[in-house]
């Protein structure tokens, strides 16, 4: 297999991950929204209210996760780890420590 072809095969797989990862969190951030919704019948006016806010917030930021491009995102966030290569590095690190831990939790 030439480079290319194996670089192109990556960039389609990644891109393919990048848009299942933004489906699955748009769907979990809407999920946690509907509890929140759910519960927020039950509380005091002033913590409805903020709840209320919060699921609106936690709304629109599922919905703009949806709307993003992979490719786009993938371009912003290799742009982002050459700004900021230490918080990138950082930020890949928990990111696969949370990762294992799901994973090894959910095999239980």
């Known amino acids: 297999m030439?480079?290319?072809d194996f670089?192109?095969?990556a960039f389609e797989r990644t891109e393919e991950f990048v848009s299942d990862a933004t489906d699955a969190v748009s769907d979990t951030i809407d999920d946690a929204s509907d509890v929140v919704a759910d519960q927020s019948h039950r509380l005091k006016k002033r913590v409805r209210s903020a709840a209320h806010r919060a699921t609106s917030a936690m709304s629109d930021k599922a919905?703009?996760?949806r709307d993003l491009d992979p490719r786009e995102l993938m371009n912003e966030a290799t742009a982002?780890?050459?700004r900021y290569p230490g918080v990138t590095l950082i930020a890949a690190l928990t990111l696969?420590?949370?990762a294992?831990?799901?994973l090894t939790r959910?095999?239980?």
Do not use: E, I, P, W
Request: positive net charge; charged residues 30%.
């Open 106 to 108: 959910s095999r239980s």
């Open 100 to 102: 294992g831990r799901a």
């Open 2 to 4: 030439r480079h290319n």
């Open 80 to 82: 982002f780890g050459k």
């Open 7 to 9: 670089a192109s095969k």
């Open 96 to 98: 696969g420590f949370v």
């Open 63 to 65: 919905d703009q996760l």
